[in-house]
């Protein structure tokens, strides 16, 4: 009974805010529903009893991915009110991804329709862990069976790490930065002179 | 099926966090419509006096370096993600498991390398 009340609920504030994204004036408002949303889809996925996916939505959508596209909405330099003049030019192309977003869903029930998922297990002839947590099924799989697309992702990281450094990262040369292995190389006789001037007269550096 | 009674504190926790969150935007909001003048007028949002409209946009760029710094965060947000099932099933998957474990550390690292060389773990 909690749980049919509790899967309205989030189900209910999921879509509510979905169209808050869409529809607020302020795009900084539309992220913070986007958090909204990704809240309550996590408590859709504890309800689901997919634990491990659900603190990962708040772990990395909310507190990660959430957080950037604050920083994109805030870094970019857009007339928003100019962008969403545009609504009725794009229409079609919106209705086009709408469609097929809905045939996925159509798709994916079908598919769910169709009985459970095999995933297999470890090394594919063992008995499918049964009462293991949802996290250790989770890790049973993925570092063993699928460690290719584990490895893939890791490139992919890796990837998108030296990518962003490239196209963001610029060396500046206005400031002048600290460098440690220069000051610690340095030796006390190449930093002082010691020079007996002569009398009326000046030094020379 | 998972053992959701776990969560029931958590439901109400939330449901109690909501209530007060609720209650502190709209109590203040109703006390003062009740109890306050409500005469709005369009002089009292104007600029004071000597005052001058605003000449561009409050809402000023951001620098690109919170950028990096948020998609740095994220890698090895998701990186330590990866850690938490791998740690937990080790029994099952075993010394194949550490290893590419190892094997993916071992990419990320050398990510952090090339962005510690380059300074882009630095602010200046």
Redesign the interface.
């Known amino acids: 009974m909690?749980?049919v009340l509790?899967f309205y609920l989030f189900a209910t504030l999921v879509i509510a805010s979905a169209v808050f994204v869409i529809m607020s004036r302020n795009p900084v408002h539309s992220v913070l529903w986007l958090i909204v949303a990704f809240f309550n889809a996590a408590g859709l996925m504890?309800?689901v009893?997919a634990?491990?996916i659900a603190m990962?939505l708040v772990?990395?959508y909310v507190?990660?991915?959430a957080?950037?596209f604050l920083?994109?909405v805030?870094?970019?330099?857009i007339d928003f009110a100019e962008l969403r003049a545009g609504f009725i030019r794009n229409f079609p192309l919106g209705i086009a991804i709408a469609l097929v977003l809905v045939a996925e869903l159509v798709l994916g029930i079908g598919a769910e329709r169709a009985g459970a998922l095999k995933l297999g297990t470890?090394d594919g002839t063992a008995a499918p862990?049964m009462d293991r947590?949802?996290?250790?099924?989770?890790?049973?799989l993925?570092?063993?069976r699928y460690?290719f697309l584990?490895?893939s992702?890791?490139?992919i990281?890796?990837v998108?790490?030296?990518g962003?450094?490239v196209l963001?990262?610029r060396?500046?040369s206005d400031?002048r930065?600290q460098n440690i292995s220069k000051q610690v190389k340095r030796r006390p006789d190449e930093a002082t002179i010691n020079v007996k001037p002569e009398v009326g007269k000046g030094v020379q550096l | 099926m998972v053992d959701l009674s776990q969560y029931l504190p958590i439901l109400i926790f939330l449901a109690i966090a909501q209530g007060l969150s609720a209650a502190f935007v709209f109590l203040p909001i109703g006390v003062a419509y009740l109890t306050g003048a409500h005469k709005p007028d369009a002089e009292k949002l104007s600029e004071y006096e000597c005052g001058f409209p605003a000449f561009e946009d409050p809402r000023s760029q951001f620098d690109v370096r919170f950028y990096l710094v948020a998609i740095l965060f994220i890698i090895f947000d998701l990186e330590a993600a990866f850690l938490f099932p791998w740690a937990v099933s080790l029994d099952v998957t075993g010394w194949p498991g550490w290893i590419t474990m190892m094997i993916f550390l071992a990419e990320l690292v050398i990510g952090f390398a090339y962005a510690w060389k380059k300074g882009a773990l630095e602010w200046e």
Do not use: C, K
């Not at chain 1, 805030?74 to 330099?77: A, E, F, I, V, Y």
């Not at chain 1, 947590?133 to 049973?140: L, P």
């Open positions: 909690i749980q509790a504890v309800l009893g634990e491990f990962l772990i990395v507190g990660a991915v957080v950037l920083f994109v805030m870094m970019l330099d470890p862990l947590s949802n996290i250790e099924a989770i890790g049973a993925l570092y063993s460690l584990f490895e992702a890791g490139i990281l890796l998108a790490m030296i962003a450094i963001t990262h060396e500046r400031t930065r």
